[in-house]
């Protein structure tokens, strides 16, 4: 059995604002264990950075209300004092961001801010920590590390950038690695390369990843565990192979039908109807049910849970499991009849 | 997108007649200078080489690459909002590389753009009525503009009663599809569309590329769709044309594109892209060591060669690639029936390439 890290427990964040009540993340439940890639999925605004940042305690607490408990490796991370929490933040707990044009201070050598990353929790010399500076950039794959050490950011391209950023991360041997959006500001050929590094960390120092993505792709290629977020819940949780084989929320099959894909011929995409909700309005029952083609009766009223309904992963949706299936199949089937004409 | 019937594409070639858009050996370098009474010139970004295509009426030319290969300058080059250094560009049987600002005008009705930022493109200070009404004020065009311009709304899937709302009270999606509409409105032959959907969600995304698809079909369409994203482009796409560090690498109908690539560097993009669902694709990836090198001094010979797995599969070494690829550009050759590719050693059918990327 697989060490359980991460922990979270009925998350909620919401924010006051002069409009209204932003219910950013509005109960999410999740956990992340040893040597395990979870891959959180979403639309802009569908709560998947703001959980995570919540996570490493990121929101502010005294202007955002938080509920709900982060258990990471036995503490509650929301209950912890900010001296306590420093140890853990960015030691044990380590975070790379979506943008590594705007996350390295273009003033300061890239060397000199992994030495000062690495002498924040060690009590080492500067001399040493160049020396695990270097071997870390090496580490990640930046060729001449010792040369590339002594250059400013602007000298990186945005892929070396994204290297350096994970080299940072990874300075104190980190348990958990919570990725948000590592590759969308990258081409596809580094985005390649990206992925391939985040997955060997992972196997090479045994930890565990959160991988944030807006790209169901980048998921199915790297993560062994898929949540799929919507208006600041999760929708469907499960393993890869369940998530893609057999999704059961009508959120999933849209997500997944609106994708043109590489290797299939050019047919009419199916979009979702509609835009995602606001946050401070969120619709009253289901949050998908005004752009569900399948909602019925209780849809609007009733919120669903986030249960096992019988397809062995949990999901959010009223529809029965026999339901889900056929209309899954009924969707695949048209799809595959209009690829063949 | 549109049906353009198979003996129509077998006699494409990169550039012929009877084309909308016919761009010929198109080169543009940007100068790069020191000093600052004495202007001289030390170094040139090569950011377009040599680029030559047709678009035919009705037809979707796809441009593909990764940032910084010059799609974007190509784009503005045929726009004319950047004067090409060399080559020419001819639009509806017209030469239009060098014509001046009036006499370009009237061809401008012909040709419009659709810009990746919606929030950018488009004036936070005027109403949706007065951005997508000021091509019909430029071109004094005949008429009642706010009828006209509410048509367009609805046409596009707007509320026509927004007329005098400000785009920062739209969606990322709904402000794309004012920017569909202002492209629209002179009822051009040709729209450049330069990565529409690349700041959208994928859902709404799915929605603006089915718009783009009606509005062709209704319209009679010409595009020239630009996108990084490899799968948008074979969705729309009857050509397209691959580049790499300002050249097109290789250019080819869509299916044929991806089915078959010819090109070591197609190649590797396709296997790069994450593909949704369960397939096994990751032994199949081909991870191309390195960055794309510097438009401003790019390699010799082949400019994909010091990057190229297949090189040093024919060179039979890790570190070597044949004398050809180190010294001589490939030309961009017919290798199948209108499939050309700019490579010494194009890939065969069935060939497989990722074992020399990872050995």
Redesign the interface.
Known sequence: MAETLLEVKDLKVHFNTPDGVVKAVDGVSFSVDRGETLGVVG??GSGKSVTCLTALRLVNLETADVSGEVIFKGRDLLKLKNDELRKVRGKELAMVFQDPFACLHPLYRVGDQIVEAIRTHDDCGKDEAAKRGIELLAAVGI?RPAERFEDYPHQY????RQRAMIAMALVHNPDLLIADEPTTAL???????I??LIDKVKQDFNIGVILIT?????V??VAQKVMVMYAGRPVEVGS??EV??QPLHPYTW??????????Q??T?????AG??PSLIRVPTGCPFHPRCPHRFEPCDKEEPELVDRGGGHPDACHLTIEDKKRLWDERESRRAGKVAS | MSQVSTTQLEETRPADQGALLEVTNLVKHFPITQGIIFRKEVGRVHAVEDVTFSIKPGETLGLVGESGCGKSTTARLVMRLLDATSGSIRFDGKEITHTNRREMLPMRREMQMIFQDPYSSLNPRHTIGQIIGAPYSIHKTEGEQRKKVQELMDRVGLNPEHYNRYAHEFSGGQRQRIGVARALALRPKLIVCDEPVSALDVSIQAQILNLLEDLQEEFKLTYLFISHDLGVVRHVSDRIAVMYLGRIVELSGADTLYENPKHPYTTALLSAVPKGGVEKHLENRIVLAGDVPSPVDPPSGCVFHPRCPKARIVSGNEDEVPENCRNEMPPLDEIDRSHFAACWYPIEEGEKLHQAAHA
Not at chain 1, 187 to 193: F, M, N, P
Not at chain 1, 254 to 263: N, T
């Open positions: 639309e802009s060729p391209s945005g892929g070396m081409d596809v050929t580094v985005q390649a390369q992925l391939e807006h790209d169901l792709g980048v199915s290629d890869r192979d893609f084989r849209g997500l997944l039908e609106s994708i043109p894909r590489v290797d011929k050019g009419r995409l199916i979009p979702i835009a995602p």
